[in-house]
């Protein structure tokens, strides 16, 4: 199996363009592994303190590991990439910056360490969250594919993906991603261990981790933003769409809209998915802190859809 080292400083890059060199070619179909740092990209280490943040260089923030090529992918096409394994590393951190998060100046700032094993998330801060035992819920925090032009920061997601910061894209799930130039060229980043939808603090459980996942692509068709399918807690697979923008209600109302373009698919009429959404659907502040752009998702259960109607 080819593996991708994103720990080598050659293999990431800090901003979204069409006109980075891939790192790395893949075929349509391939299973590969890649390392990934975590968000800080190696700049926060398991003996660093609250002392450490000052020393920290913001523009390496979700630094990712890429672009990977993909051979036969061509401009108009979707690339499903299926997430098959993430395994974390055995640490993580969380941190309150003065200048980050939802709350941003109302806290003083402050790194917490993780120690992560054995299913749970648990504090190694002392006298902080003592007690505390998080399921483990691994997820990427970046995926995205290059822009067709122009030049993006990492943080805000994008209607390319990025720094989505979505729980659901974790072990097991497939997301859909525009294919902008020929070969897509996709990038990797931000895991986490676990996460609340909004991320309100600015930060989940970072970590970095090895992922494997494999590639496939979808022709004739059009993505306003990233899709995916998914598991939910409760409502087993679920069909997910999202919206970014600058304003949360237009990201809920891009969200929606998006999952009435789903269940037309299915054969119903865009009054008919535009009800559907109302009764069976779950609108999420996915990310609120990755300014200047939000993310709403929705997702429906993907029996209520596929089950068979008489």
């Given at each position: 199996?080819?593996?991708?080292?994103?720990?080598?400083?050659?293999?990431?890059?800090?901003?979204?363009?069409?006109?980075?060199?891939?790192?790395?070619?893949?075929?349509?179909?391939?299973?590969?592994?890649?390392?990934?740092?975590?968000?800080?990209?190696?700049?926060?280490?398991?003996?660093?303190?609250t002392?450490s943040?000052?020393?920290?260089?913001?523009?390496?923030f979700?630094?990712?590991?890429?672009?990977?090529?993909?051979?036969?992918?061509?401009?108009?096409?979707?690339?499903?990439?299926?997430?098959?394994?993430?395994?974390?590393?055995?640490?993580?951190?969380?941190?309150?910056?003065?200048?980050?998060?939802?709350?941003?100046?109302?806290?003083?700032?402050r790194?917490?360490?993780?120690?992560?094993?054995?299913?749970?998330?648990t504090?190694?801060?002392k006298?902080?969250?003592?007690?505390?035992?998080?399921?483990?819920?691994?997820?990427?925090?970046?995926?995205?594919?290059?822009?067709?032009?122009?030049?993006?920061?990492?943080?805000?997601?994008q209607?390319?993906?990025?720094?989505?910061?979505?729980?659901?894209?974790?072990?097991?799930s497939?997301?859909?991603?525009?294919?902008?130039?020929?070969?897509?060229?996709?990038s990797?980043?931000?895991?986490?261990?676990?996460?609340?939808?909004?991320?309100v603090?600015?930060?989940?459980?970072?970590?970095?981790?090895?992922?494997?996942?494999s590639?496939?692509?979808?022709?004739?068709?059009?993505?306003?933003?990233?899709?995916?399918?998914?598991?939910?807690?409760?409502?087993?697979?679920?069909?997910?769409?999202?919206?970014?923008?600058?304003?949360?209600?237009?990201?809920?109302?891009?969200?929606?809209k998006?999952?009435?373009?789903?269940?037309?698919d299915?054969?119903?009429?865009?009054?008919?998915?535009?009800?559907?959404?109302?009764?069976?659907?779950?609108?999420?502040?996915?990310?609120?802190?990755?300014?200047?752009?939000?993310?709403?998702?929705?997702?429906?259960?993907?029996?209520?859809?596929?089950?068979?109607?008489s």
């Amino acid at each position: 199996m080819k593996e991708i080292d994103g720990f080598r400083d050659e293999n990431l890059h800090a901003k979204w363009r069409g006109d980075i060199r891939p790192i790395e070619n893949v075929y349509i179909g391939e299973t590969f592994k890649i390392s990934i740092p975590d968000s800080s990209t190696k700049q926060i280490m398991k003996d660093s303190s609250t002392k450490s943040l000052k020393n920290i260089d913001g523009s390496k923030f979700d630094m990712a590991v890429g672009p990977i090529y993909v051979k036969g992918a061509k401009r108009g096409d979707i690339l499903e990439v299926s997430i098959k394994k993430i395994e974390t590393a055995n640490w993580g951190w969380s941190a309150v910056m003065k200048d980050f998060g939802l709350l941003k100046g109302l806290f003083k700032e402050r790194l917490v360490l993780w120690d992560i094993s054995d299913g749970l998330v648990t504090s190694a801060s002392k006298n902080f969250l003592h007690g505390i035992k998080i399921p483990i819920r691994p997820f990427l925090g970046v995926i995205g594919t290059a822009p067709s032009s122009g030049e993006y920061p990492m943080i805000p997601p994008q209607h390319f993906g990025g720094n989505m910061d979505n729980k659901l894209i974790g072990e097991g799930s497939k997301l859909y991603l525009p294919v902008n130039k020929d070969g897509g060229l996709i990038s990797f980043a931000d895991p986490h261990a676990s996460q609340g939808d909004g991320e309100v603090c600015g930060t989940a459980v970072e970590t970095s981790a090895k992922v494997t996942v494999s590639i496939n692509v979808i022709r004739g068709k059009k993505l306003n933003f990233p899709r995916m399918v998914s598991k939910e807690r409760g409502n087993g697979k679920v069909l997910v769409t999202q919206g970014f923008s600058p304003d949360l209600l237009q990201a809920a109302k891009e969200a929606v809209k998006e999952m009435i373009s789903v269940i037309s698919d299915y054969g119903f009429s865009k009054d008919e998915g535009y009800v559907l959404c109302s009764v069976a659907g779950n609108l999420k502040i996915s990310e609120i802190v990755d300014e200047p752009n939000f993310g709403v998702s929705m997702s429906i259960p993907a029996s209520i859809l596929e089950a068979e109607r008489s």
